[in-house]
C-alpha cells in the first residue's frame, strides 16, 4: 500500500509546487504540470496561488454537486481547485468583513474567461438565495455573456478571447448574499474594429448580428447577412479559413444569448435599436469609399454614407461633411480644412474605432447602473480577468501597455504575497527572515516615471510642435533613458545584440524576460486623435446612446485631452488602489498548446508562460521561509501514530506538545521545524516526503494489526452469535414441532368425531354435527357419482341414483342437464332436419294411435318427391305450364293409383301438389288429368288400418264437379301429412274411418267405401262399393 501511495504521488506529480524539490529547476515545475495534465489534473497550488491549465475539453469539474463538496472547506482539505480559491474569499469576506479580490491572468486561449465565470458561478450558488437575490445573480451572470459579445473576438490563439481587461467588484450584504456589482473596463483593442490580422476576427457582435438570422434586423439595418460584403469583417482570412482547427464559436446561438443578457440586465427596447443601428452602421462605414482628385477628396458611394448617417441619426450632408473636413481653430476662429485621401481614410477608421470603444464603455456604464446598490454595509470580492504578459514576432503600442499592466501587477503581487507573509509569521510568533527577490521597481520607474519615464517621452512627444514621427519619438528614449540597464536600442546596443534588433525597435528587459517593441503607431496610437467635426456629428444625433458618449462639454472643453497611455496609466494606479485595499487571491491559467488540443502538452510554450506569469519567482518567494505550515490538530491527527507517546492519544499535554513529540521522534531540529501559536512550520518538502513515507508504512502496519484484531474480535463475536442462534433454535423448534404434533392429533380426532355423529345424523335437517359430513357427501356424489354418468344424449333418459340429502339437488340439476342437451341438440340442427322434425311432429299429432301403420313410418325420413330422377324434370315442366296464378314450386309429388268415380277401375297416375294447384298426371304421357285448387279441398280421409287409401274430398262446385278423388299410396301417411301442412296448410282436414263413408259422384252422385279388418290389405272392388281391407 505504501509503494502504491509513493508510486501515485511520482506519476501524477505534487498538488502544491511548494513541495517539489527541485524547486529552482524550470523544467521540474513544467515537468510536474505535464504530469497533473496527462492525468486530467489541471489544477495546481503555488501556496494560496492557483494554477491552472487549460484542457480544452470538458472534465465534468464544474457541476452542482462540486460546489457543494468545496463549500466551507479547509483549503487544503480537497485537491486544487477554482472552487477552493473562490469560496476561500467568500467565506474570509463573511467571517472578516474584509474586501477581498481574485486576480485572475494569463495568455489568450489559456481559461481566464472560463475561471471567472466559473468563480461567479459558485459565488451564485453557494450564497444565499431569495426572489430578489436570484435576480442579482442572473443580471451579474449576464453581464458575461454581454460584454463577451462586443469585448471578445476570435484569434489565432483562442476563439473567444478577451480584447479588454475587466475589474468586477461583486458587493454582498451582512447575510453574504449578493446585492450588486461594478465593473471597470481597461484598453479595449479598439484597432480591430477597422484592422485584424490575418486568420482573426472582429468583435463577436458583428457575426452575430449578420448570422442572427433576424430578417426584421437585418432589412432595419440593410444588411444582407453575408460576411464578405463589409470590409470590416472581410479584410482578412476570417473564421471561414479557420476551418481546418477547432472552431467553437456558434454566432446565431449566442446571439440568442446576447438578446436575453440584453433584457435581463434591463436594457429598454429604444436602446437596444440604438446600439444595433451603431453596429449596423459601423459594418456600413467600413464599405464607404473614399478616392482622391484635384478638386481634394470624394465619396464614390454616397448613398453608402447617407445609409451611415441615417443609421447614427445624424443629418446626411453633416456627416459627409464631417468626413471630408476639418475644423481648426486659428485665433480664436474655426477655418473649415479639407482632408486630403490619407486624413479621410484615418477619420473614417478613427470615427469607427472611437464610436465602438465609447458604445463599449456606455454598455459597462449602464451595466454598473443596473448592478449599482446604494448601501454602505455591503463588502465585495473583485474579479480581475485581464491580460497576460504578451511576446509576438510584432509588439507594438498594445503590447507595451498590457506588458507594462503585468509590471504593475507583477509588483502588487510581489507585494501583497510578502505582506501576507509577514502577516503569518507575525501572527505566529514566528522570527520572519529577510527574502531577497526580484523588485520590478526599477522597470516601472523606466515606463512610468513623470520626468524620465517612457509614456512621459511620448506625451512629450505627441504635445510638441513641429514635426513629430515615431523615429522621433525613439531618438528621445535613447538620448533620455539609453544608458538604463533595463533599456536596449540598435544604436546603443552592442554587435551581437544589434543582430537581434532592428534600427526601428527597442527592447525592454521585464522582470519575465526580454521584449522587443516596434515604435510604429506609437505616435498615432497614443494621441488617438479623433477631429473636432466628427464629435460635433454625433453630438446633434438623434441617438440617444450616441449624445450621451459625446457630450458636448467634450468639444467645448479646449484643454487637450490626456493621451492614450496617461489615461492607460491612471487606470492601472487607481486599479492598484484598488487590489492594495483588498485581500488578493490568485489564479494563473496556463495554456498547454496552440492547437486546442486536449492530449498536446508543449513544453516550451509553457515555460514561456511560467516565465511571464512569473510563477517561478512566486514559488521561490513562497519557499524562502517554511514550505509547508498547517495548523495543530491537523498535524497532531495526521501524524500522531508515528510516536507511541501520542498514539492512539495524547493526554498529558497540549496538541503543540504533542506535534513537538512527533517532530523530536522525526530528529527535526529546531531549524527545520517551528511551532507557531497555532500552526507548525516545515521548512523543507523533504521532512514533509520522509514523514509521509513513514506514514505510509505506518499505516500498513497498523491497517495490518487492526485487521488481525478486528477479524479476530468479529470472528469470536460471530461464534457466540452462532452458538447463542443455534441453542435457541434448537430449542423453539424442538418446541413448535411438539406442538404442531400435539395439534394435528387433537385436530385428527376432532374430525373423527365429527364424522362419525355426521354420518349418525346425515338423515336430519343439516346442524352443526352434520353439515361437514353432508358436504362431504354431496362432494363425494357430484364428482365421483354424478359427473362421469350424465347422460349424452338428448334421448339418453337415464339418471344416477343419489343420497337422500342430494335429492332436491339431483332434480334440479336433471332438469338444467335435459336443457342443455336438448339446447345443444336444437343449435346442432340442420334446415333440412329441422323441417323433416316439424313434419315429424305434425304427423306424430296427427296420425299417432289413429292409424295402424303410424309406427313404421316414424324412422323413415319424408322426402317431396317421390318420383324416378327420369320423370322429374318432365314433372315439373307440366306444373310450370299449368301454374297460371300462384307459385309452381312442388310441394310434394309421388305415384299414386286412382280408382275411378264409376267402376273404380285403378289407375296409375302421379299426385304433384303445389301452393296453388293439385294435379293428376298420367306417367306414360305426363297428360293432366285432373287438377284442383288446394282450397277446394275439404277433407283428406284415410282408414285406420294398415292400407294405403286416401280420399280428397273437395267441396262441391256445382255443374262440372267430378266428385271426391279416391287414390292408394304407399306413402299414404307422408302424402297426407305433406298435402296437408304444405299445401292446403290445415292439419285439420284429415279424417279418419274406420267403418262404411261415402263419397261424391259426378251429378250429386254418392258412392260407398267401405273399411274392413283382415289380411291381405287390399282395395278391391265389390258389388257397387270399394272395399278397403288392413289389418
Not at 470 to 494: N, Q
Not at 727 to 750: E, G, P, Y
Not at 856 to 873: C, H, K, M
Not at 918 to 930: G, T
Request: proline share 3%.
Amino acid at each position: 500500500m505504501a509503494a502504491e501511495a509513493l508510486a501515485a504521488r511520482d506519476k501524477i506529480g505534487v498538488q502544491d509546487f511548494v513541495l517539489l524539490e527541485d524547486f529552482r529547476s524550470l523544467d521540474a515545475f513544467g515537468e510536474n504540470l505535464k504530469k497533473r495534465f496527462n492525468e486530467k489534473l489541471i489544477y495546481t497550488y503555488i501556496g494560496p496561488v492557483l494554477v491552472s491549465v487549460n484542457p480544452y475539453r470538458d472534465l465534468k469539474l464544474y457541476t452542482t454537486e462540486l460546489c457543494s463538496e468545496y463549500r466551507a472547506v479547509e483549503f487544503f482539505k480537497l485537491p486544487p481547485h477554482v472552487f477552493a480559491i473562490a469560496d476561500t474569499a467568500y467565506f474570509a469576506m463573511r467571517s472578516d468583513r474584509r474586501d477581498q479580490c481574485i486576480l485572475v491572468s494569463g495568455e489568450s486561449g489559456a481559461g481566464k474567461t472560463e475561471a471567472t465565470k466559473q468563480i461567479l458561478k459558485y459565488l451564485a450558488v453557494v450564497s444565499e438565495n431569495s426572489r430578489e437575490v436570484g435576480k442579482i445573480k442572473d443580471q451579474l451572470l449576464q453581464s458575461n455573456p454581454l460584454l463577451e459579445a462586443f469585448g471578445n473576438a476570435t484569434t489565432t490563439r483562442n476563439d473567444n478571447s478577451s480584447r479588454f481587461g475587466k475589474y468586477m467588484d461583486v458587493q454582498f450584504d451582512f447575510h453574504g448574499a449578493p446585492v450588486g456589482g461594478h465593473i471597470l473596463n481597461y484598453l479595449l483593442e479598439k484597432s480591430r474594429v477597422v484592422q485584424q490580422s490575418l486568420g482573426e476576427r472582429n468583435f463577436h457582435i458583428f457575426y452575430q448580428v449578420l448570422d442572427s438570422g433576424d430578417a426584421a434586423l437585418l432589412q432595419r439595418l440593410s444588411l444582407t447577412g453575408k460576411v464578405d460584403d463589409y470590409r470590416y469583417v472581410a479584410s482578412t482570412a476570417n473564421h471561414k479559413e479557420r476551418s481546418e482547427t477547432v472552431f467553437t464559436i456558434k454566432d446565431k446561438e449566442q446571439y440568442k444569448e446576447t438578446m436575453d443578457a440584453l433584457r435581463v440586465l434591463a436594457f429598454s427596447t429604444k436602446h437596444i435599436e440604438e446600439i444595433f443601428n451603431i453596429v449596423g452602421a459601423i459594418l456600413h462605414l467600413g464599405n464607404v469609399d473614399l478616392s482622391g482628385s484635384e478638386s481634394g477628396v470624394v465619396i464614390d458611394n454616397a448613398d453608402k454614407a447617407e445609409l451611415v448617417g441615417k443609421l447614427l441619426g445624424s443629418s446626411g450632408a453633416q456627416f459627409k461633411s464631417a468626413m471630408l473636413n476639418k475644423t481648426i481653430l486659428v485665433s480664436g476662429d474655426k477655418v473649415a480644412s479639407p482632408l486630403n485621401l490619407e486624413e479621410a481614410v484615418y477619420s473614417r477608421d478613427a470615427m469607427s474605432k472611437a464610436i465602438y470603444e465609447r458604445l463599449f464603455s456606455w454598455l459597462v456604464c449602464h451595466v454598473n447602473r443596473t448592478l449599482e446598490v446604494k448601501r454602505s454595509d455591503t463588502a465585495v470580492i473583485g474579479l480581475l480577468d485581464i491580460y497576460g504578459f504578451e511576446v509576438f514576432q510584432v509588439n507594438g503600442f498594445e503590447q507595451f501597455c498590457i506588458n507594462y499592466c503585468n509590471e504593475k501587477l507583477q509588483q502588487i503581487f510581489i507585494e501583497l504575497t510578502l505582506k501576507l507573509e509577514q502577516e503569518e509569521y507575525s501572527k505566529e510568533g514566528i522570527e520572519w527572515e529577510q527574502i531577497d527577490y526580484f523588485n520590478n521597481k526599477i522597470i516601472l520607474d523606466l515606463i512610468e516615471d513623470k520626468s524620465k519615464g517612457i509614456v512621459s517621452f511620448l506625451d512629450e512627444e505627441c504635445t510638441r510642435p513641429g514635426t513629430v514621427t515615431d523615429a522621433s519619438f525613439l531618438d528621445k528614449m535613447v538620448s533620455g533613458i539609453g544608458a538604463h540597464d533595463h533599456f536596449v536600442c540598435f544604436e546603443l546596443a552592442d554587435r551581437e545584440a544589434k543582430k537581434t534588433i532592428e534600427r526601428d525597435e527597442f527592447r525592454l528587459v521585464h522582470y519575465a524576460g526580454d521584449v522587443t517593441y516596434n515604435v510604429k503607431g506609437f505616435i498615432e496610437k497614443n494621441n488617438d486623435l479623433l477631429f473636432r467635426d466628427i464629435k460635433e456629428a454625433m453630438q446633434s444625433s438623434s441617438n440617444s446612446i450616441l449624445c450621451e458618449i459625446f457630450p458636448k462639454a467634450e468639444v467645448l472643453d479646449k484643454k487637450r485631452p490626456l493621451t492614450a497611455g496617461t489615461q492607460f496609466k491612471n487606470s492601472l494606479n487607481k486599479l492598484a488602489d484598488i487590489l492594495k485595499s483588498k485581500v488578493p487571491s490568485y489564479v494563473r491559467c496556463v495554456k498547454p498548446n496552440n492547437k486546442k488540443s486536449p492530449v498536446i502538452f508543449d513544453d516550451e510554450l509553457v515555460h514561456h508562460q511560467v516565465k511571464y506569469l512569473g510563477l517561478m519567482e512566486n514559488l521561490r518567494v513562497r519557499r524562502a521561509g517554511f514550505a509547508y505550515r498547517r495548523d495543530y490538530n491537523y498535524f497532531y491527527q495526521r501524524y500522531k501514530c508515528l510516536c507511541t507517546e501520542t498514539w492512539p492519544s495524547y493526554k498529558a499535554g497540549t496538541p503543540a506538545q504533542a506535534c513537538q513529540i512527533i517532530a523530536d521522534k522525526m530528529g527535526w531540529n529546531s531549524t527545520d521545524f517551528k511551532v507557531g501559536k497555532t500552526k507548525v512550520f516545515i521548512r523543507n518538502p523533504k521532512q514533509l516526503y520522509e514523514i509521509e513515507d513513514k506514514l505510509a508504512h505506518r499505516k500498513v502496519e497498523l491497517a495490518t494489526l487492526l485487521q488481525a484484531q478486528t477479524r479476530k474480535v468479529l470472528a469470536r463475536k460471530h461464534f457466540m452469535r452462532v452458538r447463542a442462534a443455534v441453542t435457541i433454535f434448537s430449542k423453539n423448534w424442538k418446541r413448535l414441532v411438539a406442538r404442531r404434533l400435539r395439534q394435528r392429533r387433537r385436530n385428527a380426532a376432532d374430525e373423527i368425531i365429527k364424522f362419525i355423529k355426521g354420518f349418525i345424523m346425515r338423515n336430519q335437517p343439516p346442524n352443526e354435527f352434520n353439515k361437514q359430513f353432508v358436504r362431504i357427501v354431496r362432494h363425494q356424489w357430484l364428482v365421483h357419482c354424478l359427473k362421469p354418468a350424465l347422460p349424452k344424449d338428448v334421448l339418453d333418459k337415464s339418471w344416477p341414483e343419489c343420497p337422500l340429502v342430494c335429492q332436491e339437488a339431483s332434480a334440479q340439476l336433471r332438469a338444467l342437464h335435459q336443457r342443455k342437451l336438448v339446447r345443444h341438440y336444437v343449435r346442432s340442427l340442420t334446415a333440412e332436419r329441422k323441417q323433416q322434425l316439424t313434419w315429424k311432429l305434425t304427423c306424430r299429432d296427427t296420425f299417432k294411435d289413429k292409424k295402424s301403420v303410424y309406427s313404421s313410418t316414424v324412422p323413415t325420413p319424408f322426402s317431396q318427391s317421390r318420383i324416378e330422377d327420369a320423370l322429374t324434370q318432365r314433372v315439373h315442366d307440366v306444373v310450370g305450364k299449368t301454374a297460371t296464378d300462384g307459385p309452381s314450386d312442388i310441394v310434394y309429388a309421388t305415384h299414386v293409383v286412382k280408382y275411378d268415380r264409376h267402376g273404380y277401375k285403378p289407375r296409375p297416375r302421379i299426385l304433384a301438389a303445389t301452393a296453388s294447384s293439385v294435379l293428376l298426371m298420367d306417367p306414360k304421357n305426363m297428360a293432366v288429368k285432373e287438377q284442383h285448387s288446394p282450397s277446394n279441398i275439404k277433407s283428406l280421409t284415410v282408414t285406420s288400418l294398415s292400407d294405403g287409401f286416401v280420399m280428397i274430398g273437395f267441396n262441391a262446385l256445382g255443374k262440372g264437379d267430378k266428385g271426391d278423388l279416391l287414390l292408394s299410396s304407399e306413402h299414404v301417411i307422408e302424402l297426407a301429412t305433406l298435402l296437408a301442412s304444405s299445401s292446403c296448410n290445415n292439419m285439420d282436414v284429415v279424417t279418419f274411418a274406420s267403418d262404411e263413408f261415402n263419397h261424391s259422384l259426378p251429378a250429386n252422385k254418392q258412392g260407398t267405401v267401405r273399411v274392413k279388418s283382415g289380411a291381405p290389405v287390399s282395395i278391391l272392388k265389390e258389388g257397387n262399393a270399394l272395399v278397403v281391407t288392413g289389418e
